[in-house]
């Protein structure tokens, strides 16, 4: 089984040396970035030099997050890069509706196949407001996250605590559609590990699982941050062990309830345990 992504490395398309490091720094996940990180004047070289690295498998899973769909750009990424045999998922940037990702996913679908695995990134007023018919839109569709950094500037949030109503908007909006928890947006200070674990801890406790990262000094922050701990693994199986023995609802002898939900999220604790 496939452990689930704790880990979400991005990287710059136009920065080939910086790929390679990466692919080999620990990371679940490497997304090689078209977009943001990439300058106008190098949009094409950081294509060229993708589509050549993902030509051939590789050590990790690789996502390419391409330049926005609405823009003169995102036709060409796709075609340079969405068939190859590196390429794990897609991730695109600003999506604002569902029929953004009906169409591509039909335009990326070979005959008798099926397209890609996508995953959607909200970064504006509006695409959290269509975040659920974003999150069910196709069965492409695998997962879906916030764009932070956009998204504050178009709320005009300053302060970090603005944002956690979209945060939720957009746990709820994954769960119901049936995706995975999606992971946290990036902390952009990379020297602030103690910033990036107590926004971790918080990210945690609205319901994501994982986070994205811009540097690999913050991968074993966020790795560690996201599993469970001593008292939490012990607890998990204390309840898996009582609902092997006597299925249905009960009280342990330290007065604690347990039902059928508890024991999916117990077994989902010890799941996320086995990365160790």
């Not at 899973?61 to 769909?69: E, K, Y």
């Amino acid at each position: 089984m496939i452990p689930t992504p704790l880990t979400w490395l991005y990287v710059p398309g136009d920065r080939p040396h910086i790929v390679s490091k990466a692919l080999t720094c620990g990371a679940d996940v490497v997304i090689i970035d078209l977009e943001d990180a990439v300058a106008p004047d190098r949009k094409e070289y950081a294509r060229a030099a993708t589509a050549e690295r993902l030509s051939g498998p590789q050590p990790v899973p690789v996502h390419v997050r391409v330049n926005a769909l609405d823009g003169p750009l995102a036709g060409a990424d796709l075609d340079a890069v969405a068939a190859l045999p590196g390429v794990r998922g897609l991730r695109l940037p600003k999506v604002v509706s569902p029929a953004q990702i009906t169409r591509l996913a039909e335009r990326l679908a070979p005959a008798g196949g099926g397209a890609p695995p996508l995953y959607a990134l909200l970064e504006s007023a509006l695409g959290v407001e269509h975040a659920y018919p974003i999150a069910a839109a196709h069965p492409a569709l695998r997962g879906i996250a916030l764009g932070e950094a956009d998204l504050r500037a178009d709320l005009g949030i300053r302060d970090d605590a603005g944002l956690d109503w979209s945060r939720s908007r957009v746990v709820v909006a994954a769960r119901a559609a049936g995706l995975n928890p999606p992971p946290q947006s990036v902390h952009p200070d990379t020297r602030d590990l103690n910033g990036l674990a107590a926004s971790c801890a918080h990210g945690r406790t609205l319901g994501f699982l994982g986070r994205a990262a811009i540097h690999p000094r913050q991968l074993p922050i966020i790795e560690r941050a996201y599993l469970p701990t001593e008292q939490e693994l012990e607890e998990a199986e204390t309840v898996v062990k009582a609902a092997a023995v006597e299925p249905g609802a009960q009280a342990l002898p330290d007065g604690r309830f347990i039902d059928a939900a508890v024991v999916a999220a117990a077994h989902r604790t010890l799941s996320l345990a086995r990365r160790r």
